[in-house]
């Protein structure tokens, strides 16, 4: 692959790392107060942006076939937004002697708090050909539960940043949230048939306003001196969430090929990746709402910044082995029920 097709492919990473860069130069542009105005423009209108697009984007018209797939759904939705949420509770609670950063295992427990993304899982399943349709409802179900899941995880783990009421966040979650969420399916209905021909690129129009945000957030991180992160806790944090991710794989794949679970190679390759996949475009937004104006919060957002591409680099390493072992597995089952 040449470097212009590696450029376009990673294009959103690169982003992320150079929009970073940019407000490290110059944060008094996206500083609130600044040019851009983020606490009017980012607050509101790019956060609601973002899932007025999730909205139009979401085909729940087709998610049908894998309605009754209950026990799959049950068993993926209690995994990632129960399950992960408190095993990271526990072991933070061990780190918390370590000398890594505070705030950024602050931001490790957001990482648990997050709801499954709307693509990445689905794009890993559908690559190894596993159950599409069980991941494509699950990212859809995971999105719509963890926009009131997710804030009560937020405020329940890491308690309010300050003194706004509760009723104010979850008003601001409604209005930036919820109603753009919904005007966007009602939008849907009536723009089916050209959506479906002109098939706009929802997933690049999302990444461009989620680097607006990032920008915004490290842009206040920069222009403040208190803040300070040494190398030690960064290099550490990416290591803890690549083993999170590596321990999370692997113990659904070995559990849930249990007989006693019933699930077929194709189901417990979308359990694999819907399971242990956390959103960024929905989990920046959120954090910009239930912590807004909190000094720490681009810290805290970092592990959620360094979980994202990990899950994707790594899916697409084990698309080759686990399609591998799932055309093997499933030519077994048939010769099982031959005999």
């Known amino acids: 692959m040449g470097v212009i097709e590696r450029v376009k492919k990673e294009w959103f990473l690169l982003g992320i790392v150079f929009v970073i860069s940019m407000a490290k130069v110059d944060p008094s542009l996206g500083v609130k107060g600044g040019p851009l105005k983020p606490e009017y423009t980012v607050k509101y209108f790019a956060v609601s942006f973002i899932f007025f697009n999730s909205g139009l984007s979401l085909k729940t018209e087709d998610l049908t076939s894998a ?9 993926i939705q209690t995994f990632t937004l129960v399950f992960i949420p408190c095993l990271i509770r526990v ?11 505070p705030w950024l295992l602050k931001g490790l427990m957001v990482v648990g708090c997050m709801p499954p993304p709307v693509s990445s899982a689905v794009i890993l399943t559908k690559a190894v050909g596993g159950n599409e349709a069980a991941a494509i409802f699950n990212s859809a179900l995971g999105s719509f539960l963890g926009i009131f899941v997710t804030p009560v995880l937020l405020l329940l783990f890491l308690g309010s940043p300050s003194a706004v ?17 919904i005007v966007g399916q009602v939008v849907r209905r009536y723009v089916k048939d050209w959506l479906e021909k002109s098939k706009p690129p929802f997933g690049s129009i999302s990444s461009c306003t989620l680097l607006l945000i990032i920008y915004t957030t490290f842009c206040d991180t920069f222009s403040s001196s208190d803040i300070e992160l040494d190398h030690f806790s960064l290099v550490s944090i990416v290591c803890v969430v690549l083993l999170i991710q590596v321990c999370l794989l692997l113990f659904l794949f070995f559990v849930t090929r249990s007989p006693s679970f019933g699930f077929t190679p194709s189901d417990v390759v979308s359990l694999m990746f819907c399971a242990t996949h956390k959103s960024l475009t929905l989990g920046i937004p959120m954090l910009k709402i239930v912590f807004a104006g909190y000094e720490h919060l681009s810290v805290i957002s970092i592990p959620l910044l360094v979980y994202h591409p990990t899950q ?5 390493v084990l698309v ?20």
């Open 312 to 316: 994707i680099l790594l899916g697409g």
């Open 165 to 181: 009421p509760y009723s104010t966040i979850f008003g601001q979650l409604t209005l930036t949230v919820v109603v753009p969420l």
């Open 67 to 75: 309605l009754f797939q209950v026990k799959l759904h049950g068993f």
């Open 320 to 339: 080759s082995p686990v399609r591998t072992w799932m055309l093997a597995a499933q030519k077994v089952k048939r010769s099982e029920q031959v005999i």
């Open 91 to 101: 072991l933070i609670k061990g780190l918390q002697y370590s000398p890594i950063n």
